[in-house]
Nanobody
Framework: QVQLVESGGGLVQPGGSLRLSCAVSGTIFSRAVMGWYRQPPGKERESVATIGLGSDTNYADSVKGRFTISRDNAKNTVFLQMNRLKPEDTAVYYC????????WGKGTLVTVSS
């Protein structure tokens, strides 16, 4: 059974940083494309960043230069380093695994507020 467990969310002031983690089990992590998505309050879920099998990355325009996605295949974990956070980054952040099928974690809440 494939499982994704996000962690690292919380309350942070504008301009601060957080690092999200997503631990994966039940599948061959190194053969999966991983992504971070978010759903702001009252809005639809949107893509934040993805990382491919060769660690090629893509970012939403709204987070380019502030967020960094990375993966550690030895630890079956994908990370999202978020710097210079803004109030509009407030959302539930979800991890997604794609290997021909798609699997989602349950999400972790990030709140950016003073």
């Amino acid at each position: 059974q494939v499982q994704l467990v996000e962690s690292g969310g919380g309350l942070v002031q504008p301009g601060g940083s957080l690092r999200l983690s997503c631990a994966v089990s039940g599948t061959i992590f190194s053969r999966a494309v991983m992504g971070w998505y978010r759903q702001p309050p009252g809005k639809e879920r949107e893509s934040v960043a993805t990382i491919g099998l060769g660690s090629d990355t893509n970012y939403a325009d709204s987070v380019k230069g502030r967020f960094t996605i990375s993966r550690d295949n030895a630890k079956n974990t994908v990370f999202l380093q978020m710097n210079r956070l803004k109030p509009e980054d407030t959302a539930v952040y979800y991890c997604r695994l794609s290997n021909g099928m798609r699997y989602w974690g349950k999400g972790t809440l990030v709140t950016v507020s003073s």
